[in-house]
């Protein structure tokens, strides 16, 4: 992996420096460099993109026949930074990669993470050819779920079915109080007198 092009150029950044991308940008330049369809930053939660990205900076430092590109669960994509992890070290590339973060598919961390890796990039790319397609053996990339889907998509119950056809429902009953209601003088000890 440490062919001709030595070690990679560490880059330091914040999330306040102006030259941020927009969402917007950062996924163009994702889905363009790599032949891609993400739809959303989120969906970077896998790994795969980072690790094709380091074969192209790199060629040969990862091995992507080991990259889960069809990953869809979260072992799947804790697997993918762990090859991102070792292409970082035999790089000498001095970032912690919060994966544990990362793979929960949250906009935030997604973002602040493609923003950084956007300027290492940018510091390490030397504009050689690189066919994503080829590089990937065929491999075809489905992006992860949007993260949440699983929640907003859950099969609806059905409107009618024979349990409740027809039944109204019954209004709850007015909640209790905790305190004993007060009585009255003529009801807590004195008959009424007819």
């Known amino acids: 992996c440490l062919g001709s092009w030595g070690m990679a150029v560490n ?11 927009s969402r917007h940008d950062m996924l ?13 930053i989120e969906q970077l939660c896998s790994g795969a993109a980072y690790c094709q990205f380091m074969d192209m900076l790199f060629p040969g430092c990862v091995h992507l026949r080991k990259v889960k590109f ?7 994509y804790i697997h993918n930074f762990k090859v991102l992890q070792a292409a970082f070290k035999k790089m000498g590339v001095d970032k912690i990669i919060a994966v544990e973060r990362l793979v929960k598919g949250k906009f935030q961390d997604n973002f602040e993470f493609i ?5 290492f990039f940018d ?17 075809d990339v489905a992006p992860p779920p949007n993260p949440g889907d699983h929640i907003f998509n ?7 079915t024979a349990g409740n056809v027809g039944v109204p429902r019954r209004a709850l009953p007015p909640p209790r ?3 004993t209601p007060r009585r009255s003088p003529a009801v807590a000890g004195h008959p009424r007198s007819p």
Do not use: C, M
């Open 28 to 40: 163009a330049w994702v889905n363009d460099s790599l032949q891609l369809n993400y739809t959303k």
């Open 177 to 179: 109080s905790s305190r």
């Open 115 to 119: 923003q950084w890796f956007k300027k």
């Open 70 to 76: 069809q990953a869809k669960l979260e072992h799947e």
């Open 123 to 139: 510091a390490n790319y030397d504009g050689k050819e690189y066919n994503p397609l080829l590089a990937r053996q065929g491999q």
């Open 154 to 160: 859950k099969p609806k119950k059905p409107i009618g």
């Open 11 to 21: 880059v330091y950044s914040t999330s306040v420096t102006s030259e941020n991308l």
